[in-house]
């Protein structure tokens, strides 16, 4: 997966397909074309026990650090070491969370150098959940809510495009990995081939590679052109 995704629909529609307390305070904005430390839609369990839409900023930063400044390293998490890895350990035991996306970009290059984007997303227009983990910073400023992406290795069309692709939660996955108790084996299993049937790789316009765009138009299907390999430009 790259570091890019889109996450557009609001706080009332995400709070009630998660049957969850919206908490966004009315901060949340659409935006087409997510990129590392922007402010992103996140589904928690409380401190109180109920689900909790929050906005949280993308890029993990671990209580421990001394900044925030290393967060755009840190927006995935290796479903191979993240339970055990001394920066997202902790997290992923205690305090996980689902993503909410509509879908994510990745490039791929083309004969000549050229890198065709495409756009994976769900032919039925349903939301997806990306595996998370959350963790609070508290800085100078106040407290500061992060959170990280798992992703694991790509499966059937999907690694056509990239070697890598978030950890896909379908609906029936999203209790037990908020589940504090789950186990780590079970939790990080990727989903159903059938089920990833489910989505499209949409070639898109080359204007998602700059993070100043935003826009329906950016996931809007082009002209494709023949893959070859993928691009080296994923922070996954």
Request: hydrophobic share 40%; glycine share 10%; proline share 11%.
């Amino acid at each position: 997966m790259c570091g890019r995704y889109a996450t557009t629909r609001s706080s009332g529609d995400l709070s009630g397909l998660f049957d969850s307390a919206d908490e966004t305070d009315g901060r949340l904005v659409a935006d087409h074309n997510v990129a590392p430390t922007d402010p992103v839609p996140l589904v928690r369990v409380s401190p109180e026990g109920h689900r909790a839409l929050s906005l949280g900023r993308w890029g993990l930063v671990p209580p421990w650090s001394r900044s925030p400044a290393g967060a755009a390293r840190m927006i995935n998490a290796r479903a191979e070491t993240v339970a055990t890895s001394r920066a997202y350990a902790r997290a992923f035991a205690r305090r996980r969370c689902l993503v909410p996306a509509d879908g994510w970009y990745e490039w791929v290059r083309q004969p000549g150098g050229r890198k065709q984007p495409y756009y994976m997303t769900p032919l039925d227009g349903s939301v997806l959940a990306f595996a998370g983990i959350w963790s609070v910073w508290d800085g100078p400023g106040g407290p500061l809510l992060t959170c990280g992406v798992v992703t694991t290795d790509a499966l059937g069309e999907l690694a056509e495009v990239h070697d890598r692709m978030p950890l896909l939660l379908p609906p029936d996955r999203w209790a037990s990995w908020l589940d504090a108790a789950g186990a780590a084996a079970e939790l990080l299993a990727p989903p159903p081939l059938g089920w990833l049937a489910g989505l499209e790789i949409r070639p898109v316009g080359p204007a998602v590679g700059d993070v100043r765009n935003d826009g329906p138009e950016l996931t809007a299907r082009v002209s494709p052109t023949p893959r070859v390999e993928p691009a080296d430009l994923t922070l996954f």
